[in-house]
């Protein structure tokens, strides 16, 4: 796959875990099959993944089952940011070994503020380790998570070793921008927004594709508000951006991803768990959110 080919909806898919923490792959493969049918591609093991919270072997294990349920039906571009190069660089590798489409990594987390010259031997050193044209390496730029912004001119020295893939979480539009002037003579690069929260914005921006963590658990919608804003039709393009508001609302009112879980329930699919620290939510919040969900028309 070259990365302009990494298009449209996006889910960064769920991880499933059982009561006693581990791997539930019957729950990851439910969840697997239940959003294909609306989505262009997979963006797993990130930050609605667990990713952070598995070790390297998990990671490895989750990998291979999202790329055997999917079975090449979209591509799946694997997340394997670390908190370190060399760890880094081997998930990348397994990935690509593996048969994802390319990878992702956000910037080395409880290294906070990085120089640019040690953030880019860090991003430089994954290219070297796996990149090539059908194989692209995405950098998902989160500084809320990683406390280490991708800058336009990092974005730009990284897109001359040959990076051709960013995934910009930061929620703004400026950036967002900045980033489009420093690639926009780079043809083969593929700029993608890391939320749905701006999804038609960013799309006027030029973004092709969107990872949009609403797609675990209402892929349709998700993919509503794409096939609407392609089609030109503007008024049902942001009927579509303000309900995915509401949703957003009613997922942050505790961790997104136990409430995720939980809504998967109630849409009928064995998702598993999320695995500690996170827990399950309580009934009371389930009630409540299943209540929100049904005044939306959602369930």
């Known amino acids: 796959m070259k990365a302009k080919e990494f298009v449209g909806i996006i889910p960064p898919a769920l991880s499933s875990f059982d009561k006693d923490g581990n791997i539930y792959e019957k729950g990851l493969r439910e969840n697997i099959r239940f959003i294909l049918p609306y989505v262009d591609g997979l963006y797993p093991i990130g930050t609605y993944g667990c990713g952070p919270c598995m070790d390297l072997d998990e990671r490895k294990r989750v990998l291979e089952i999202i790329l ?25 590798r397994h990935a690509k070994a593996a048969g994802a489409a390319g990878v992702g990594a956000i910037s080395p ?16 050193a994954l290219l070297d380790a796996v990149n090539e044209e ?76 969107c990872v949009c963590g609403m797609a675990n658990i209402f892929p349709e919608l998700m993919q509503d508000i794409r096939q609407a804003y392609l089609k030109g039709d503007r008024e049902k393009a942001m009927a579509d951006q303000y309900k995915i508001l509401k949703l957003r609302a009613v997922t942050k009112s505790a ?3 136990p409430i995720m879980h939980a809504i998967l329930a109630m849409r009928g699919v064995d998702s598993g768990l999320p695995r500690s620290p996170y827990i399950e939510i309580s ?11 049904e005044e939306m028309g959602l369930l």
């Open 68 to 92: 055997d349920e999917v079975n090449g039906k979209v591509p799946v571009v694997a997340h394997v940011g670390t908190a370190d190069t060399k760890t880094t660089c081997e998930l990348a």
């Open 109 to 124: 987390y409880y290294s906070p503020n990085l120089p640019e010259e040690a953030h880019y031997r860090h991003f430089a």
């Open 134 to 209: 059908e194989f692209p390496v995405f950098v998902y730029n989160n500084k809320n998570l990683s406390q280490n912004a991708i800058t336009p001119k990092l974005l730009r020295r990284l897109a001359e070793h040959g990076l051709r893939g960013c995934k910009d979480s930061s929620f703004d539009l400026v950036n967002y921008y900045q980033f489009h002037e420093a690639i926009k003579d780079i043809p083969d690069f593929n700029l993608i927004v890391g939320t749905e929260a701006i999804f038609v914005s960013a799309f006027d921006a030029g973004a092709t594709g």
């Open 255 to 257: 961790p997104t991803v």
């Open 283 to 293: 009934d009371e919040l389930k009630a409540s959110v299943k209540s929100k969900l």
